[in-house]
């Protein structure tokens, strides 16, 4: 079994940051990807970033030049680094890790902006 347990959720005003951590434990080989989605009230869970087990990166276009997503191999641990958050960022973050195509999902943690 593998948990994910995130961490560095909170209220910030907006052009704010904040900084998520994910920490992996249990029965772990190798994580192949990780990342963070965001799901909003109404709205479907969508990706914020992905990080390959090489640090190939991918983001969503809103979040391009605002954040910024790092792993420790080592530690089996996923950061993300939101900068200048606007209150459309406002949403549940979750992380979620992929180990032998099979996709584990923490609790989530939410992040709220206010204007």
């Known amino acids: 079994q593998v948990q994910l347990v995130e961490s560095g959720g909170g209220l910030v005003q907006a052009g704010g940051s904040l900084r998520l951590s994910c920490a992996a434990s249990?029965?772990?080989?190798?994580?192949?990807?990780m990342g963070w989605y965001r799901q909003a009230p109404g709205k479907q869970r969508e990706l914020v970033a992905s990080?390959?087990?090489?640090?190939?990166?991918n983001y969503a276009d809103s979040v391009k030049d605002r954040f910024t997503i790092s792993r420790d191999n080592t530690k089996n641990t996923v950061t993300l680094q939101m900068n200048s958050l606007k209150p459309e960022d406002t949403a549940v973050y979750y992380c979620?890790?992929?180990?032998?195509?099979?996709?584990?999902w923490g609790q989530g943690t939410q992040v709220t902006v206010s204007s």
């Open positions: 249990g029965t772990i080989l190798s994580i192949s990807a």
């Open positions: 990080i390959t087990s090489g640090s190939s990166t």
């Open positions: 979620k890790a992929v180990l032998s195509w099979r996709a584990y």
